[in-house]
C-alpha cells in the first residue's frame, strides 16, 4: 500500500521560510506538492521529475524550490519569502505512472484530480 507522509508546516510571518519533506513508500510513484487554501480547490504546487526538470504554479516561482532525494524517497518543498496567500494545508501526492513519470507529467502535470495517493497534509500559517 501506498504511504505518504508530509512534516516541515508551522507558522511563520511573512518574508519567513519553511521546508516540507514528505516521505514516500514506493519509489516508483510520481510525486508533486499541492495546497488547499482557505475556501478554494486543491491545487498544484510544484513537481519535480525523473530528468530534473520542475514545474511550478505562477505565484511560487523564483520564492519555492521542489527537489527529490531518490535514495531516501523523499520529496522536498523549500519555502521562500512566504506571503499570507501561500496559507494552506500543503500535500504531497502520488500516483503510478505507467509509462514513466516523464510522460505522466507531460500529461497529468499537477492536475489535483489526476493523483490517487494523498498525505494527510501538514499545515502551513503564514501571519502578516
Known amino acids: 500500500q501506498v504511504h505518504l507522509a508530509e512534516s516541515g508546516g508551522g507558522p511563520v510571518q511573512t518574508g519567513g521560510s519553511l521546508k516540507l519533506v514528505c516521505k514516500m513508500s514506493?519509489?516508483?510513484?510520481?510525486m508533486g506538492w499541492f495546497r488547499q487554501r482557505p475556501g478554494k480547490e486543491r491545487e498544484g504546487v510544484a513537481a519535480v521529475e525523473e530528468g530534473g526538470q520542475t514545474w511550478y504554479r505562477d505565484s511560487v516561482k523564483g520564492r519555492f524550490t521542489v527537489s527529490k532525494d531518490n535514495d531516501e524517497n523523499t520529496l522536498y518543498l523549500q519555502m521562500n519569502s512566504l506571503e499570507p496567500e501561500d496559507t494552506a494545508t500543503y500535500f504531497c501526492?502520488?500516483?503510478?505512472?505507467?509509462?514513466?513519470?516523464?510522460?505522466?507529467?507531460?500529461?497529468?502535470?499537477?492536475?489535483?484530480?489526476?493523483?490517487?495517493?494523498w498525505g494527510q497534509g501538514t499545515q502551513v500559517t503564514v501571519s502578516s
Open positions: 501526492a502520488a500516483e503510478y505512472p505507467s509509462l514513466g513519470c516523464t510522460t505522466w507529467y507531460a500529461t497529468a502535470g499537477v492536475d489535483p484530480l489526476a493523483y490517487n495517493y
Open positions: 514506493d519509489p516508483s510513484y510520481c
